[in-house]
């Protein structure tokens, strides 16, 4: 028959042990409760939500955060540039600052993400199996680059800086990369991210050639949307493909808010 002291000790693992998976689903249901409501606010303030409308209120939190820590700064969304080989691409965000450049390719995916920087395309993983592919993000972000250089060779100085920026609903699972001058990121560590290559490199542009070239990539803008409103019942301007208009499968909406709700599980998987 056990001892007295071996039946106490037992119950009182066992007494903790019940203790941890009700703090664990506690933890759990507030946190996913906190998620969803941040998620039904979103979809308030954005009514007509869906995956491509979730990237641009990504892209809007993402431009206020630069507004209040790069005041000086001009911020270009959905600039529309022309390449040289005569095709359209379109670049998510430009921070042009006197130190260059900083041309942002936001990404609000969900799931993992596995990337690799020599494929074609890299690949988006569910729980359930699910698998998407979407183009390699820095193999667009070289070309939106590209096309910053084009629109603006007459600064042969001007250095532009690649950000490839992931939502934080998803999880970068393995990136195989090796580009120095490429950072792949989170959200959450953008701005220390951006402080950081600022505060170590040296000014390229005066306060003039800042505001010369934002007006002029805001200009060339302009004029390549309504050149393309124009051909629209015509032979429309070549568009290269994005991530928006790519021809393979695309997560959903409500993918992204399974995956998210799947990830706060695993933080509290001990």
Same mark, same amino acid.
């Given at each position: 028959?056990? =001892?007295?002291?071996?039946?106490?000790?037992?119950?009182?693992?066992?007494?903790?042990?019940? &203790?941890?998976?009700?703090?664990?689903?506690?933890?759990?249901?507030?946190?996913?409760?906190?998620?969803?409501?941040? *998620?039904?606010?979103?979809?308030?303030? #954005?009514?007509?939500?869906?995956?491509?409308?979730?990237?641009?209120?990504?892209? *809007?939190?993402?431009?206020?955060?630069?507004? @209040?820590?790069?005041?000086?700064?001009?911020?270009?969304?959905?600039?529309?540039?022309?390449?040289?080989?005569? /095709?359209?691409?379109?670049?998510?965000?430009?921070?042009?600052?006197?130190?260059?450049?900083?041309?942002? %390719?936001?990404?609000? #995916?969900?799931?993992?993400?596995?990337?690799?920087?020599?494929?074609?395309?890299?690949?988006?993983?569910?729980?359930?199996?699910?698998?998407?592919?979407?183009?390699?993000?820095?193999?667009?972000?070289?070309?939106? !680059?590209? $096309?910053?250089?084009?629109? &603006?060779?007459?600064?042969?100085?001007?250095?532009?800086?690649?950000?490839?920026?992931?939502?934080?609903?998803?999880?970068?699972?393995?990136?195989?990369?090796?580009?120095?001058?490429?950072?792949?990121?989170?959200?959450?560590?953008? !701005? %220390?991210?951006?402080?950081?290559?600022?505060?170590?490199?040296?000014?390229?542009?005066?306060?003039?050639?800042?505001?010369?070239?934002?007006?002029?990539?805001? %200009?060339? /803008? @302009?004029? *390549?949307?309504?050149?393309?409103?124009?051909? !629209?019942?015509? $032979? $429309? &301007?070549?568009? %290269?493909?994005?991530?928006? =208009?790519?021809?393979?499968?695309?997560?959903?909406?409500?993918?992204?808010?399974?995956?998210?709700?799947?990830?706060? @599980?695993?933080?509290? @998987?001990?």
């Amino acid at each position: 028959m056990p =001892s007295a002291s071996w039946v106490g000790l037992s119950d009182i693992r066992d007494g903790c042990n019940s &203790l941890l998976i009700i703090i664990k689903v506690g933890l759990y249901l507030n946190f996913n409760d906190l998620f969803f409501e941040s *998620m039904e606010l979103d979809a308030h303030v #954005f009514p007509t939500m869906n995956m491509r409308t979730l990237g641009h209120a990504d892209e *809007m939190q993402i431009v206020d955060i630069l507004e @209040k820590h790069f005041p000086k700064a001009h911020i270009i969304r959905n600039a529309s540039l022309k390449k040289i080989d005569g /095709t359209m691409t379109d670049v998510d965000l430009l921070l042009v600052t006197k130190k260059g450049v900083f041309v942002i %390719e936001s990404k609000n #995916f969900g799931g993992w993400i596995y990337g690799y920087e020599n494929k074609k395309n890299w690949l988006q993983t569910f729980p359930n199996r699910e698998r998407y592919y979407f183009p390699n993000p820095m193999s667009q972000n070289k070309s939106h !680059i590209s $096309a910053v250089h084009y629109a &603006l060779n007459e600064y042969k100085h001007l250095k532009c800086y690649s950000f490839i920026v992931f939502g934080n609903a998803c999880r970068l699972k393995k990136l195989d990369t090796y580009s120095d001058n490429v950072m792949v990121i989170y959200a959450y560590y953008l !701005i %220390e991210a951006l402080k950081f290559i600022y505060n170590k490199s040296d000014d390229v542009l005066s306060p003039g050639e800042v505001d010369t070239i934002s007006k002029h990539l805001q %200009e060339t /803008t @302009k004029h *390549m949307e309504t050149t393309h409103k124009k051909h !629209i019942h015509g $032979a $429309a &301007l070549p568009h %290269e493909a994005s991530s928006h =208009s790519v021809h393979l499968p695309q997560a959903t909406e409500k993918s992204v808010k399974r995956t998210a709700s799947s990830f706060i @599980k695993n933080l509290f @998987k001990w």
